[in-house]
């Protein structure tokens, strides 16, 4: 009755095929199953955002997401995005500015942040600050997050120049 | 906090979807969006036994417009709204509205159809197809029905859909000419439900009002028009009719208590979210009138 | 490198080329932080591991008359349900008290519940399965018969007759009191030109770390592997092989990367405990992963404080007195082992601290409730006092006429009349609040922030300027808890060794919570050493691999553990020019190290490398003069001696506006002025004054852990429990004000509570001052949009 059900997906780049129970979320389903456990969980019911991950493109929070939704979709995590170098340049801000401390909020952290520079080269203090306001940090009080993102911001438009 | 165990049945239809509905009745849950439904599920408020996965339907989404009516599809992600020329045109206050829906990774999973069925008293949707107007498209295996915005929320968490039922699509006729709209609400937190919201829609002709529709949310246990409202309407806006009108909404209005606000804190809200909707309206549509 | 100089000069700290203090440096390891691949508590897998799932009460208060667990063994997955009764024949209980709070009580707590449950949210069963998922199953479908009792949840009735008695053998509710008296107070009141009189109370508030409590617990044949992220590894330790029957050496605690802890994690709470007990019981891994509901039902919470002030000042500014009775409620049990009574404590220790009024009375009244426990966590004390103390001095001012600041220069004590000792008792060696709030009225530019609230106020925009000076506990010796008989340690050590390639690795006691204890080592370490930083790896969190220490609570790191890492740098340092000394047939005076190498003290001329000197030292000591036994490694602890804490000052305002029509409140911008000597990483210690200034904020603002009248705690989730969050928070400008101690040679005390210690007081005195056209005084936290409409009489 409630069998696991096979899924096809691809994490990070990697196409996986995979029996999961139906009611295992996708965080849950990234570290238990394959072991990325990049992605955290900090609360299971969509308010602090730890587990912030891009499904084809978009970011979700994978708490609220079964894995079974991710059937034929494509997952990136923050080892991904690492990876790929895609957010090099905000990792290096990041220990810059020292934007994380404890580093728990910080996967999460920098795929929304992500998200948002590739929407908008130019935000405001303001619309950083508006656009994190689903992510939860509790060591840093987010003025050197702000500060990070402004700072690639910046960088990202000089670059394109 | 791990959701109980169930089946899932990811269907490849409507009839599919309603076929297991008539089945299994209240053991079975409609899986959209899923950012209302999962919260419940990881915290056991609700342990469904069948999980029916509607996120893929394609007849469920889209935005057109025909003959004078925007017409949305259940699935329509809130992200959709943003991007939407149509609904930009047609229909602004939506844009204005989801704006204030959570967060941006709430907003790419949630869906117009689950906020509308969820009915939290305190969302921003049902209150805006309150003021729109809007028709419900509900379909079950008899057949289509249609449901008034003003006929379909009954309560808290409490639509009139039955549980059979699956809303298709919502429709409500494009914003003239002379359609102005105001929405506003007060929260603790960005992306925090509201305290107390407004979603108004109003017509203009000849510097007055000639209509105004004003739904408050998070007042009650389900979105309100305003009977207020009609003392603003073809009349020149002054802040002594504004006053009269507020005070009326006051003894219109009686929210119930609980830990976010107290009953006369949310009817204060409520005064002053239609005060700010009058002076807004007032320089929106250019009308007669002083503002305070 | 190195510049010619005609004449030499020998390298200055300033100027070495690898003089890290006082410089920012970016921290070492965030790469697997950022990379996502950190190891916290939750990501630990061992094989034959289990989870455990608590059943917990739902009751503030009642008798455990049967748990039929019969159902939930048979549940696919389930390796056992365990009672409190069963688990107390393999681990012992405790009792919270220390010797030196004087009249302190409480009862005995087990790691699961006997007989009786004190609080909704305590564990009364365990239950161990393959899986969370498949024990939470299993844990619905164990049936438990309760006798509900009444319960104790209002603190101003707990010590009434007719109350009941949460533990009828202590006689009644209340676990501590203390009186405390300083020069003739009545007197100095009754000489006063004004007294003013306050009722404060605080929300309770609790930590919430983004990374849940965690542990997992590998009990394998005669020892137990503890991986917790705790503060204080070495008190886990102490006490898991206390409690458990077992010696400190079968017990290695273990600690990775914490999720945030606060001192939340710095406390021994009984489902840990419990979850030490299963491991060993069951004889495999037992993983403890609290959810988020767990977590605020049984992570401790803390300043569930009303206190009612008063202060008598003359209308020339002078300030007479400080009086304070002050009431709180924690739970049924005062937490262990550091007690619960610690916080009103400090309360009393704290109030009007900054300034030279010397007559104080002060009572604290600590009660029993059936509600959470409640201890330690982040400024303990601080920002009640502060909040208090400042608030008073504020309302002072009102009722005199006189500007806030200005009150303030005429009350602080001055920069110059150091070492003296405080009404309360405490002693301090220097601190410079003098200087600090010059140097915040500059930054903040006071006179044109006061002259803009004047002008928006004709336009019906309110806004107000809050200021609280602040002191903050900071390096506690064994004056905290050893003097009481807790076995926590208030010294630390360092061990440092030269690698064979010329690195050094440093063995440290104190812990890593994310405030950069790895990089405040790193920086003295290669300072001393003359080592570029990334030569340096820094080891801590592991009982078996550091010296045996404290951990890092109370702002004690860069004080007590860099201090440490100071002396073993410097001994190391010793060690090697004395090898590089004899390798080179000169004398250790002529000699330096700088830049990874061995030069001349005069002319700085590289003479060996670091990694040609380990070469030598490991592989061919065949080659070294006879007689010479090299020593490349040192080990070092440090412990303050002089002083019980070592108090740093600095000063916080805020600039906000309230929306009169709403009640909200928009915070503008922050400032703090912070003194806590030496600096060792500027950025460090401004980003943690940031963070803790946003707790406070959090605390003044949204926070509050709501119980009804019948002990249910209704707001255990992040969407009614109000954490600060981005779009709300200011930007925060942070000075300092440098006053080394000389109690060590580093000369830093700590910096990591005083954001919190005064942010919250600080935003209730500028509340007041824009609400001041009105005539309203709020003393209440948290300032929510309807404390504020009501105080206005809008509702």
């Known amino acids: ?161 | 906090m791990k959701a109980s165990a169930f089946t899932y049945a990811r269907v490849a239809s409507i009839d599919h979807a309603l076929e297991i509905l008539s089945v299994h009745g209240e053991q079975a849950k409609l899986l959209a969006g899923g950012q209302s439904l999962l919260p419940a599920m990881n915290l056991r408020l609700v342990s469904p036994q069948i999980v029916i996965d509607i996120g893929e339907l394609a007849e469920l989404r889209g935005i057109s417009i025909d003959r004078g009516m925007l017409r949305m599809g259940a699935l329509t992600r809130h992200v959709e709204f943003l991007n939407s020329r149509e609904v930009a045109a047609s229909a602004p206050l939506l844009v204005d509205a989801v704006k204030h829906i959570g967060h941006p990774a709430i907003r790419n999973r949630g869906t117009l159809g689950g906020s509308l069925v969820h009915a939290d008293p305190a969302a921003e949707l049902p209150a805006c197809m309150l003021a729109l107007e809007a028709t419900m498209i509900i379909r079950s295996r008899n057949g289509e029905r249609r449901i008034a915005a003003a006929d379909f929320f009954k309560g808290i968490y409490t639509t009139a859909l039955h549980q059979n039922e699956l809303l298709v699509a919502v429709e409500l006729p494009v914003a003239s000419e002379n359609s102005i709209h105001f929405f506003h609400e007060f929260a603790r937190r960005h992306g925090d439900y509201a305290l107390a919201g407004i979603a108004a829609k109003a017509t203009v002709a000849n510097a007055v009002l000639s209509d105004l529709r004003a739904a408050f949310f998070a007042v009650a246990d389900r979105p309100v028009l305003a009977e207020a409202a009609a003392g603003l309407v073809n009349a020149a806006i002054v802040p002594k009719l504004i006053s009269e009108a507020s005070a009326a909404l006051g003894d219109e209005l009686d929210p119930s208590e609980d830990q976010q606000a107290s009953s006369s804190m949310r009817r204060h809200l409520a005064r002053v979210l239609f005060r700010q909707c009058a002076e807004a309206l007032v320089l929106r549509g250019g009308l007669n009138g002083a503002t305070a | ?795």
Request: glycine share 8%.
């Open chain 1, 1 to 161: 009755m409630t069998a696991p059900i096979a899924i096809l997906l691809e994490v990070n780049g990697e196409r996986l095929e995979m029996d999961v129970p139906p009611r295992v979320n996708l965080a849950d389903f990234l570290r238990d199953y394959l072991h990325l456990t990049g992605t955290h969980v900090g609360c299971e019911h969509g308010a602090c955002g730890a587990c912030t991950v891009r499904v084809d493109g978009e970011i979700v929070r994978a708490c609220l997401m079964l894995a079974v939704q991710a059937h034929g979709k494509a997952v990136q995590t923050i080892e991904g995005l690492s990876d790929s170098g895609e957010i090099a340049d905000l990792q290096e801000a990041f220990r810059e500015h020292n934007a994380l401390q404890c580093g728990y909020c910080t996967p999460g952290m920098l795929i929304a942040v992500q998200d948002l520079l590739r929407r908008q080269n130019d935000p405001s203090r303001d619309r950083i600050r508006e656009h994190l306001s689903g992510n939860y940090c509790r060591c840093t009080g987010y003025q050197a997050i702000v500060d990070a993102v402004a700072a690639v911001a910046h960088r990202r438009r000089e670059r394109t120049r």
């Open chain 3, 1 to 795: 490198m190195s510049v010619a100089r005609g004449q030499f000069e020998p390298l200055s700290r300033l100027d070495r080329p690898n003089s890290y203090i006082g410089k920012t440096v970016p921290r070492p390891n965030l790469d697997r932080l950022m990379q996502g691949r950190g190891v916290y508590v939750s990501d630990i897998e061992l094989p034959r591991m289990a989870h455990v799932v608590f059943l917990r009460s739902p009751y503030a208060h009642a008798r455990i008359l049967a748990i039929d667990a019969g159902a939930a063994q048979q549940m696919r997955g389930v390796i056992a349900v365990v009672t409190g009764r069963e688990l107390a024949v393999v681990i012992t209980p405790w009792v919270g008290v220390l010797s030196h709070l004087k009249g302190l009580k409480s009862a005995p707590q087990h790691a699961i519940a006997v007989d009786r449950v004190c609080w909704q949210g305590e564990a009364l069963a365990a239950v161990v399965a393959t899986s969370r998922a498949l024990a939470e199953d299993a844990a619905e479908l164990v049936s438990v018969e309760y006798e509900e009792l009444e319960a104790v949840t209002d603190m101003r009735t707990a010590l009434d007759p007719q109350t009941p008695v949460i533990h009828p053998a202590l006689g009644d509710n209340l676990a501590f009191e203390r009186f405390h008296v300083a020069g003739d107070v009545d007197k100095a009141f009754a000489a006063a030109d004004e007294v003013v009189e306050a009722e404060f109370i605080f929300g309770r508030h609790t930590g919430v770390t983004l990374e849940p409590r965690a542990v997992v617990a590998d009990w394998n044949s005669a020892e137990d592997r503890l991986t917790i992220g705790t503060q204080a590894p070495h008190m886990v330790q102490s006490i898991a092989a206390l409690h458990l029957g077992l010696r400190e050496r079968q017990v290695r605690v273990l600690c990775k990367d914490v999720g945030g802890s606060f001192g939340i994690k710095v406390h021994i709470y009984a489902d840990e405990m419990a979850t030490y007990a299963l491991s060993k019981l069951l004889r495999r891994p037992i993983k403890f992963v609290a959810d988020r509901v767990e977590s605020f039902n049984t992570d401790i919470h803390a300043r569930d404080h009303r206190c009612t002030g008063r202060i008598g000042v003359m209308r020339d500014g002078t300030i007479t007195a400080f009086e304070i009775d002050d009431l709180t409620g924690i739970g049924p049990y005062s937490m262990y082992p550091r007690t619960s009574a610690i916080e009103a404590n400090q309360v009393v220790n704290l109030v009007g601290g900054p300034y030279v009024a010397k007559a104080y009375r002060a009572r604290t009244r600590v009660v029993f409730q059936n509600k959470n426990v409640m201890c330690q966590y982040r400024a303990v004390g601080h920002p009640i006092a502060c909040a208090v103390t400042e608030g008073l001095v504020d309302l002072a001012a009102v009722r005199i006429g006189m500007d806030p600041v200005e009150l303030r220069r005429r009350n602080l004590i001055a920069d110059d009349a150091y070492p003296c000792t405080s009404p309360a008792g405490l002693r301090f060696e220097k601190l410079s609040h003098q200087d600090s709030l010059r140097k915040l009225v500059e930054m903040m530019d006071y006179a044109r922030l006061r002259s803009e609230q004047e002008s928006l106020r004709s336009r019906n925009i309110y806004r107000g300027i809050g200021i609280a000076s602040f002191i903050e506990v900071t390096n506690p010796s064994a004056a905290f808890y050893g003097i009481g008989g807790a076995r926590i340690s208030s010294q630390d050590g360092v061990t440092i060794r030269l690698d064979a390639q010329g690195s050094v690795i440093c063995q440290t006691s104190i812990t890593e919570q994310g405030q950069g204890s790895e990089a405040l080592t790193a920086q003295i370490v290669a300072t001393v050493l003359g080592l570029s930083m990334e030569r340096v790896r820094v080891i801590l969190g592991d009982t078996d691999n550091t010296p045996y220490g404290g951990g890092t609570w109370a702002s004690r790191g860069a004080g007590i553990g860099g201090e440490a890492a100071l002396q073993a740098a410097k001994a190391l340092r010793k060690n090697i020019l004395d090898v590089a000394a004899a390798i080179l047939q000169a004398s250790a005076e002529e000699l330096d190290v700088a830049d990874n190498t061995i030069v001349s003290a005069s002319d700085r001329a590289p003479r060996i490398e670091l990694t040609e000197l380990a070469r030598i030292v490991y592989f061919r000591p065949d080659t070294l003069p006879s007689g010479i036994q090299p020593e490349l490694m040192a080990t070092r602890h440090f412990v303050p001696r002089e002083f019980p804490f070592a108090f740093i000052n600095g000063v916080q305002a805020s600039w906000l506006e309230v929306d009169v029509a709403t009640g909200f409140i928009q915070l503008l911008k922050h400032w703090v002025v912070e003194d806590c000597g030496t600096i060792i990483n500027p950025q460090l210690v401004e980003e943690q004054i940031r963070g803790g200034v946003v707790q406070g904020l959090g605390a003044a603002l949204f926070e509050k852990c709501v119980y009804d009248e019948r002990g249910q705690l209704t707001n255990a989730n992040m969407a009614d429990y109000l954490v600060p969050m981005a779009a709300e928070m200011p930007d925060i400008e942070v000075g300092h004000v440098v006053s080394p101690t000389l109690e060590s040679e580093l000369g830093a005390k700590g910096a990591g509570e005083a954001g919190t210690a005064g942010a919250a007081a600080a935003v209730i005195n500028a509340v007041n001052d824009a609400l001041r056209p009105f005539g309203t005084v709020v003393t209440e936290i948290p300032l929510t949009p309807q404390v504020i409409l009501t105080a206005l009489g809008r509702i």
